[in-house]
């Protein structure tokens, strides 16, 4: 299983940006998938996820900004960001808790590759 994810650059504050990330590979089931984000010298952060029922969450610092969404049949998750900031800088990862085939009833954690965002002042 793999998580490949485009998007992302360099945006003035208040500008837009839109990221994606499609799961491929043996997969049977996904239940979450979401954004992580991680700026220079701290921990990674959740940014937001949703559920295959569509329920999301949301940090504090990007609600009413963010939009996280999914394409089940695809496999696929958005996220749109608007009015960023520059305290949205930082690499943003994809996540998902995938069922293999074959695999029994387990989710397993995938990450995807990080993607750059960067928000100038």
């Known amino acids: 299983v793999q998580l490949q994810a485009s998007g992302g650059g360099l945006v003035q504050a208040g500008g837009s940006l839109s990221l994606s990330c499609a799961a491929s590979?043996?997969?049977?089931?996904?239940?979450?998938m979401g954004w992580y984000r991680q700026a220079p010298g701290k921990e990674r952060e959740l940014v937001a996820s949703?559920?295959?029922?569509?329920?999301?969450t949301y940090a504090d610092s990007v609600k009413g900004r963010f939009t996280i969404s999914r394409d089940n049949a695809k496999n696929t998750v958005f996220l749109q960001m608007n009015r960023l900031k520059p305290e949205d800088t930082g690499v943003y990862y994809c996540?998902?808790?995938?069922?293999?085939?074959?695999?029994?009833?387990?989710?397993?954690?995938?990450w995807g590759q990080g993607t750059q965002v960067t928000v100038s002042s």
């Open positions: 996540n998902a808790h995938i069922i293999r085939l074959g695999d029994g009833y387990n989710y397993r954690n995938f």
């Open positions: 590979g043996n997969i049977f089931s996904i239940n979450d």
């Open positions: 949703i559920y295959n029922g569509g329920r999301t």
